[in-house]
């Protein structure tokens, strides 16, 4: 989107693409804002899309249970069933931001999983009891080896 197609969105909608109803500090600021903020959503769209193409029915993180785990997770329904692309190395822990677009860093699995491993409890009991930090990482290897945690971790330094 030019400049020009930014302030005519505004001129028909009354509002900047962003949801802002107010110019506060300049077409340029605002423009140049809204340019950052959607190269950032369309790098994390492309890594999405890239770990979807890669892996897009969650084979990877399927073929990784037990038969007992495989039995459980195959039978979710509903919202809990979508296969959501999950960070391994989240947002919080790491400042590079190229990291969190990474594909190497995203693994397709169910949302239930997704949901429990990111407030680090255990997402293969009933209890969903607290997990450690190392036993977390210990999850993510199972599912993307030893090989290639220590590449994320790597990048994650550097």
Same mark, same amino acid.
Request: with cysteine; aromatic share 16%; net charge neutral.
């Given at each position: 989107m030019t400049l020009?197609? @930014?302030k005519e969105y505004y001129e028909i909608n009354g509002r900047l693409p962003n949801g802002q109803k107010e110019i506060k500090q300049g077409w340029n600021y605002q423009y140049k804002k809204y340019l950052k903020k959607q190269k950032k959503k369309d790098?994390? !769209?492309e890594a999405r899309e890239k770990a979807y193409r890669r892996n897009p029915n969650g084979e990877q993180f399927f073929n990784a249970l037990t038969d007992q785990e495989y039995n459980f997770y195959s039978n979710l329904y509903g919202i809990f069933a979508?296969?959501?692309p999950c960070h391994i190395?989240?947002?919080g822990e790491c400042p590079k931001k190229e990291l969190m677009n990474n594909p190497d860093? %995203?693994? !397709?699995?169910?949302r239930y999983f997704h949901s429990y491993i990111d407030t @680090?409890?255990?997402p293969f009991t009933q209890e969903h009891e607290l997990i450690t930090k190392e036993? +977390?990482?210990q999850i993510w290897i +199972?599912? %993307?080896g030893q090989e290639m945690w220590d590449e994320l971790q790597e990048l994650k330094r550097s």
């Amino acid at each position: 989107m030019t400049l020009e197609e @930014f302030k005519e969105y505004y001129e028909i909608n009354g509002r900047l693409p962003n949801g802002q109803k107010e110019i506060k500090q300049g077409w340029n600021y605002q423009y140049k804002k809204y340019l950052k903020k959607q190269k950032k959503k369309d790098d994390w !769209v492309e890594a999405r899309e890239k770990a979807y193409r890669r892996n897009p029915n969650g084979e990877q993180f399927f073929n990784a249970l037990t038969d007992q785990e495989y039995n459980f997770y195959s039978n979710l329904y509903g919202i809990f069933a979508t296969l959501d692309p999950c960070h391994i190395i989240g947002k919080g822990e790491c400042p590079k931001k190229e990291l969190m677009n990474n594909p190497d860093n %995203i693994l !397709v699995a169910p949302r239930y999983f997704h949901s429990y491993i990111d407030t @680090f409890k255990n997402p293969f009991t009933q209890e969903h009891e607290l997990i450690t930090k190392e036993q +977390r990482e210990q999850i993510w290897i +199972r599912f %993307i080896g030893q090989e290639m945690w220590d590449e994320l971790q790597e990048l994650k330094r550097s």
